[in-house]
Structure formats: structure tokens, C-alpha cells
């Protein structure tokens, strides 16, 4: 016998087999059984996940031959002949290679005729995003004034190419990728009835490479139980999929907290010669970062992050993410991937990450990140971490227990704190009398004080508006043009 895909082989052929969409068969259910059937729909939505499978079935409901329902017979004649693509009353045409003005007046013509063998003739517009304008405007006005027992479905995986003027006369169904556990599901049904072993282990991970489409999802465990010589088993979907062993994985994550950065490098660079896939890799990677920072938020702890790690996660996710999808464009995947490694080498600063995410213009409380600087520590983060110290709360200290002098003074001059000590920018007419209480004073503040002129303060503010140009310039990897000093 000759070998059937299980795509082809296991086509739903009613409602119940259908998975995922169910908002989508529930309204097409309910609409058959109340005798509301639309003249036009817009069935929108990825590749693979059902469109012309419900097209189908829709055609079935409304011409079994026991009658119109929710559920058709598929043994008369009509079924079978909708489901082998050969019933006289349905076409399927391809918008992709009859996108022209002559081919949608060959339609219109046909509208004319009654049904042949049922009630109702049915036209499967695929790929209906490509028809040309003059296609579309032909169109237009058979959906305006829908001929009687004619259904339009325009089927497309790219709604936003469709002119509002047809979608306004539609009803739009937006079609779904299902979820990784529908899919599994649906790929233990098959093995199921294939009599073929597997284990629940390489199902998830052949659906969760699947990415959602079902047809990719039946190709691949095809290619699985070939490649598997008759069982789908982990280590084989492991070989076949290029997966790296979940080991690795969690090691990779354990550099990453540990801000290892070399490490890393050299880690994606020994995956890629051993001829692992990276996209696969990266893939992996970035879904258990995904899963640590759920487990994080909802418990204290993940397998290898804390929730102290919760917005670092947020930020490595994103990096991540936005990581594979560049990958996709770059001519070398790696390329992308090392940027991004590269990238959470700034991660521990999340004071100022979330400055930049929140518009922030105040660059000059950004500290520059210079390449010169020491990698970051696990300490240095957590310092970097700590809350400022508060300032205001220490002056009112001083001047309940030194006094309002004092306080004056300091309350005058800017402090800073920095990572060693406060630095006390002080006028030149109060320096000497902030020096001379500097013993006082100290013990107040939690780390050594400085106490300097406030002329030097103005020096160093322009060395910090030099910062700030390079730090604009590094964010938005712009070119110095001009620079006027004050
Ligand atoms: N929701 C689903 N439930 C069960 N099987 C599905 C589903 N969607 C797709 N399939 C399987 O994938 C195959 C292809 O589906 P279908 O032709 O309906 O996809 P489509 O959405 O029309 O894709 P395309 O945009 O490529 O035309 C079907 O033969 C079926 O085996
Ligand atoms: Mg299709
Ligand atoms: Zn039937």
C-alpha cells in the first residue's frame, strides 16, 4: 500500500477532530444548526492550523446528503467526493496563481449556475491576500450582493493585505496556533493508532519545535518514526532535532547568573563546531530562561535562578528573545547570538536598564559602562543593587543632634554617593567649617566622606557631560558630529 503523510492521513474530517480553534467551530456549529450560515468569511491566521481542513468540513455540513448539520455523514457521496477535492460544487482556488481580474470573472460566471449535486456551492479563495486590486474590486461587489447558496471563504495567512472594503463585508475568523500540549495530544492520537512506541519526553519535544502549526507537527513525527525506525523515542528526536542535551542547557544558564561571559562564548562556539544547530540551541535556552522566570515569580525559586534574579530574567528573556528573532535575518546566526551574549554582560546594572526602558532623559545619572571596567562581580552586583542611601534622612539627623548650622551647610553643598564614599561638593566660603566638623559629621553617613570645593564639582560635570555623549552615542550607536563644549 501505498505510504499516506499522517498530515494527509489524519485530515479531521468532522468538527470533533479539530484541535484547538474551538471559538471557530463552536460559532461555525452554531451558525449551521441556526440556519445562519454567512455568504463571505475570512478565515485569517497561520500556516498549517486548520483553514482549508474547516473550509472543508463547512462544505460537508451544508451538503451531506442525509441532510444539513453540525456533523456531517462522510460516507455519502458528496462527503467523500469534498474531502478528495473533486465535488463539482466546491472549488479551491489558488489567489496565488489566479490572482487577476480574468479570474475572478470566470467565478463570477459560475455563480450564476445552481448547484449541481447540493445546496450550496462553495469557493475556497487560498492565499487571497495576492489578488490584484481590480481582482479585489470585482470581487467587491459579489460580496456586496451575494448571489443565493454561493459561500465565500478567503482564506489568507496575511489579513493585513486584505482591502478593509472586503473584510467590512466578512465575517473574520482568526485562526490559532494550537498550544504545545494540544499538539502533543494530538500526536499521541496518531502514534496511538499507529500502533507506533513513543515516549512522552520526545512528543513534547517534537511539539514544541513544531511551533504551532499542526501540518509541521504531523511532518515531523513522520520524519521521527522513520528516522526512529519505527518508535519515537527521546534520544532519537534529540539526534534528529539537533537538540543539546538538557544538561548542557542548564549549564549554559548557570554561566549566565554567574555573568560568565567568556564562558559563554566559548561555550556557543564549541556547540557550533560539534555541529549542533544554534537556532535549536538558542531556542532551548531561551524557553527555560522563559520557565525559570514564571517558576521565580510564583515560587521563591527556579532550578538555578532566585527570585532576587526575577527582573534580571525579564531582561535576559527579552534579550533572548529578540536574539533568535535577528538570528533569522543574519547571514550568520552566531553573530547574533554572540551580540546578545555580550549584551547581558550589562544586565546587573538594572538601575540603569530600567532608566532607558522607562525614557529616561536623565543620562547623567546613567553611569557609563565603560569597556575599560572591571568585569562585574556577583558582589559588585548586589552592591549595585542596594538601595541609595538616603540622604535627606541622615541631614535630619545632623541637625536634630549637631545642629541647624551644620545641617545649613551640608543641606547648601550637592552630595554624591559613590561606590567608595559621599563625596560633599561644598562652597568655598563654608569649606573650612564643613572640614573642621568632618569627624562629627562622618559618623552619620555609612560609608567615608570627602569634602571638596565646589569648583571642582564643575569640572567634573563637564567630564560627565563627555560620559553622557558617549554613553547617547553607544545606545543608539550613533557618530560623534559635533560637539560644542559650554
Ligand atoms: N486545527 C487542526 N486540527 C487538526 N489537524 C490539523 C489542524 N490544522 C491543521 N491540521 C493538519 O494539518 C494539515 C493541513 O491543514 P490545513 O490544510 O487545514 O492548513 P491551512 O491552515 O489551510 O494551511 P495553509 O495556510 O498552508 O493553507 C491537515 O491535513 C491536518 O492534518
Ligand atoms: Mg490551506
Ligand atoms: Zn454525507
Not at 442525509?66 to 489558488?94: L, Q, V, W
Not at 498550544?179 to 492520537?189: A, D, F, G
Not at 570627602?450 to 547617547?472: L, S
Request: hydrophobic content about 35%; aromatic content about 8%.
Amino acid at each position: 500500500m501505498a505510504y499516506i503523510a499522517f498530515s494527509r492521513k489524519y485530515r479531521p474530517k468532522d468538527f470533533s477532530q479539530v484541535i484547538g480553534q474551538e471559538a471557530i467551530v463552536k460559532t461555525l456549529k452554531n451558525a449551521i444548526e441556526l440556519g445562519r450560515v454567512s455568504h463571505a468569511y475570512i478565515f485569517a491566521g497561520p500556516r498549517g492550523v486548520g483553514k482549508t481542513t474547516i473550509s472543508r468540513i463547512l462544505a460537508k455540513c451544508l451538503n451531506c446528503k442525509e441532510g444539513i448539520s453540525s456533523a456531517p455523514c462522510n460516507r455519502c457521496e458528496n462527503c467523500t467526493e469534498i474531502d478528495r477535492g473533486s465535488f463539482p460544487d466546491m472549488k479551491e482556488i489558488d489567489a496565488a496563481s489566479n490572482r487577476g481580474i480574468d479570474d475572478i470573472r470566470a467565478l463570477k460566471e459560475n455563480i450564476n449556475y445552481a448547484p449541481i449535486k447540493g445546496n450550496y456551492k462553495i469557493y475556497i479563495i487560498d492565499e487571497s491576500h495576492m489578488l490584484t486590486k481590480e481582482a479585489f474590486n470585482a470581487l467587491l461587489k459579489t460580496l456586496e450582493e451575494p448571489p443565493q447558496n454561493n459561500i465565500f471563504i478567503l482564506a489568507t495567512t496575511e489579513l493585513h493585505k486584505i482591502p478593509d472594503t472586503i473584510k467590512s463585508r466578512c465575517q473574520i475568523f482568526l485562526f490559532k496556533p494550537p498550544t504545545v500540549s494540544q499538539i502533543k495530544e494530538y500526536m499521541k492520537n496518531i502514534l496511538e493508532k499507529e500502533n507506533i512506541p513513543y515516549d512522552e519526553k520526545a512528543l513534547e519535544l517534537l511539539a514544541q519545535s513544531s511551533e504551532g502549526g499542526v501540518r509541521d507537527s504531523a511532518s515531523l513525527l513522520d520524519q521521527a518514526v522513520t528516522y526512529g525506525k519505527g518508535s519515537v523515542t527521546t534520544k532519537s528526536v534529540e539526534q534528529m532535532l539537533g537538540i543539546v542535551p538538557q544538561n548542557l542547557v542548564d549549564r549554559f544558564l548557570q554561566r549566565i547568573k554567574e555573568n560568565n561571559i567568556e564562558k559563554l562564548i566559548l561555550g556557543l562556539e564549541k556547540l557550533d563546531k560539534e555541529g549542533f544547530d544554534l537556532n535549536v540551541f538558542w531556542k532551548q535556552v531561551t524557553d527555560k530562561l522563559h520557565r525559570e522566570l514564571i517558576k521565580v515569580s510564583i515560587e521563591e525559586k527556579g532550578d538555578i535562578f532566585t527570585k532576587e534574579d526575577q527582573k534580571s530574567l525579564i531582561y535576559l528573556v527579552e534579550i533572548f528573545n529578540q536574539a533568535y528573532s535577528q538570528a533569522k535575518n543574519n547571514f550568520s546566526p552566531k553573530n547574533s547570538y554572540q551580540l546578545a551574549l555580550l549584551k547581558i554582560k550589562f544586565i546587573p546594572n538594572l538601575k540603569k536598564i530600567e532608566k532607558l526602558l522607562e525614557g529616561s532623559t536623565d543620562l547623567k545619572q546613567i553611569k557609563p559602562s565603560s569597556s575599560k571596567s572591571k568585569d562585574i562581580t556577583e558582589e559588585t552586583y548586589k552592591e549595585k543593587r542596594k538601595p541609595q542611601t538616603d540622604i535627606p534622612y541622615i541631614l535630619e539627623k545632623i541637625r536634630k543632634e549637631i545642629g541647624g548650622i551644620v545641617f545649613a551647610t551640608l543641606e547648601k553643598s550637592k552630595i554624591e554617593e559613590t561606590d567608595k564614599n559621599f563625596v560633599i561638593y561644598a562652597d568655598a566660603s563654608i569649606i573650612s567649617f564643613i572640614k573642621d566638623k568632618q569627624s562629627q559629621i562622618e559618623k552619620y553617613f555609612p560609608k567615608p566622606i570627602e569634602i571638596t570645593e565646589i569648583k571642582k564639582e564643575k569640572r567634573q560635570k563637564n567630564r560627565k557631560r563627555d560620559e553622557t555623549v558617549d554613553k547617547a552615542l553607544e545606545l543608539f550607536q550613533g557618530k560623534l558630529i559635533n560637539y560644542k563644549e559650554e
